[in-house]
């Protein structure tokens, strides 16, 4: 059996659904952790693809041909190539050092993500990658560097400094345990590029400043953007310097 609905009936369907844009406003308010989720991909993507070549996923073997080209080490930087300030920050030595730092940055993520919004949160993330792999050429330039940890510490540095501005101890929350315990770890095991934390936990506590103003005093929304840019391009002038 079957009845004809009329034109008519069609046309109010069409009329009582959502647009395209509110279709994707829906979406949009759906993901709250878009770009903690995107990054994550990323990171995991960038390992599989520099780990082809039979390294041993545990840390130890030879690196891959990837990985060094991908890598941070000052002498390829006389070539030019600053994409490696860049794509060290998603090179990762082993299945315990991507796992470590996907693991924290999701915690962060989830804390900072939506208090922040999603182009200041990247923008955070990205002038800390840089700011960490600045501090690993000034610390280590010979060594071959990669890692999330120094964006990671970054995030932990904007966290610490938002805390603060709200008037709570960190040392009185997880996160505050959480910091004090990797840097503990970043200064008494071999092998772990003390700049790339420390420098990565100085750019994003300068973004922090800024992106978690304390209670009762808001900034200029252009300055959310502004401030994380300049300590991008501070981070990669002062990498630039180093030559």
Known sequence: MQADVGSKCLDCVRRDRPSTRTRINYWNAAQPLLITKAIIALNVVFFIYTNVGGVNLGGGGELSENTINLGLYKGFLYNDEWYRLVTAGFVHF????????????WQLGTMLEREIGRVPFALAYTAALLAGSTGALIASPWALSGGASGAVFGLMGLATVGMR???INPLQTGLGM??????LITVTIPGISIGGHIGGLIGGAAC????????????????????????????FLIAYATL
């Open 208 to 235: 922090g400043v800024v992106l978690i103003p304390p209670r009762g005093r808001n900034y200029a929304p252009w300055m959310t953007y502004a401030a994380p840019v300049a300590v991008g391009l501070a981070s």
């Open 165 to 167: 501005q709200r008037g």
């Open 178 to 183: 959480t910091l004090l315990l990797n840097l």
């Open 94 to 105: 082993g299945i315990f050092h991507i796992g470590m730092n996907m693991f924290l940055l």
